[in-house]
């Protein structure tokens, strides 16, 4: 059988990987979890179903390759899996609170529970955190009934458990999740001394004009570089909204112009989309002007948000920042979006991706 440090060694042997001591020693705890899924379940009227395998909580610094691991335990497993954002999946917890709760369910949590664990036999997180109070309240309860039914939760964060939503509201509260954290999954640390994603985009050109197919095979390599080729539709909850990102991978993500300045945005949608993600690439930024100036006020407002939040941005426009806007009302205002533009194209602007 085809182990995951097989695996790992014939993605170093092709080049698709540099080799990594700390990457190796996580790789175990990953096959363990494998192989016990693996295993043929006998069945039988009388037969109590076995104990689901200890799950895994994998913690270290950003860049470190938690989500390409996570990848590979993913792809090499024969039972139904789902591979989601936490916060992704937090939200549409959320949202899915709200509706049972509007329909009158008396305790909608365990509908919620049994609805997600009926689907699959492993859940795997990308970053593990909780920053919203809504999202410390309802976990605890929520990953009970999980783990009850079975269910096999592998995650990875950037923070050891007990860090989890520090010096949050009511925190006291959160604390039995911590406690069930450690005692259903397995915690371990990926000490690597090295940031491989980081290195990817130091000193990379950010910034790409004018549109042309040369550029647009720049950008597209530069995500391929970023997500190993995954993505997935991101869907940010806010308020009553709902906001797509179309494509989207460990915390970056990828849309056009008008997929978010042609579209009645505001203020809180950018600032949960830049809390949501650490690099966002933007494509086809047009000459901003009369003709479209409520496109050009949200672009504005959207790379505020950004800047304020040190998000990484990797876009392609028509023109340099100073030209994109050039005349008519809004043109004066613009200098300092495009001054802010200038400044996220330096190497070292932006928050760890």
Known sequence: MTTLMDLYDEKVAEGLLLRDPAQEEALPHFERIRTELAKPVK????????????????????????????????????????????????????SELHRLREQGVEDPVVPMAKKVSDAVKVLAFDEMQITDIGDAMLVGRLFEQLFAAGTVVVTTSNRVPDDLYKDGLNRQLFLPFIKQIKERLEVRE???????????????????????????????????????????????????????????????????????????????????????????????????????????????????ALYEA???????????????????????????????LREMQDADWGKPI
């Not at 076995?50 to 390409?68: A, D, I, N, Q, T």
């Not at 043109?331 to 802010?340: P, Q």
């Open 43 to 94: 069945k039988g009227f009388f037969r109590k179903a076995p104990e689901p395998p200890k799950g895994l909580y994998l913690w270290g610094g950003v860049g470190r390759g938690k989500s390409m691991l996570m990848d590979m335990f993913v792809e090499s497993l024969h039972v139904p899996v789902r591979r989601v954002h936490f916060h992704a999946f937090m939200q549409e917890m959320q």
């Open 190 to 304: 990926l000490a690597s001394e090295k940031d491989h994603r980081q290195d990817r985009l130091k000193g990379a050109q950010v910034y790409f004009c004018p549109v042309t197919p040369e550029t647009r095979a720049k950008i597209d390599h530069i995500w391929q570089e970023l997500t190993h080729g995954h993505e997935e539709v991101l869907t940010l909850h806010i308020k009553t909204r709902k906001v797509e990102l179309p494509r989207y991978w460990n915390g970056v993500a990828r849309a056009s112009f008008y997929d978010l300045c042609g579209q009645p945005l505001g203020p809180a949608d950018y600032l949960a989309l830049a809390d949501a993600v650490r690099v966002l690439v933007i494509e086809d930024i047009p000459r901003l002007g009369r003709g479209n100036f409520n496109e050009a006020k949200r672009f504005v407002t959207l790379v505020d």
């Open 310 to 340: 040190k998000v990484k941005l990797i876009a392609s426009a028509v023109d340099e920042p100073e030209s994109l806007y050039v005349e008519g009302a809004g043109a004066f205002e613009f200098e300092r979006t495009a001054s802010r």
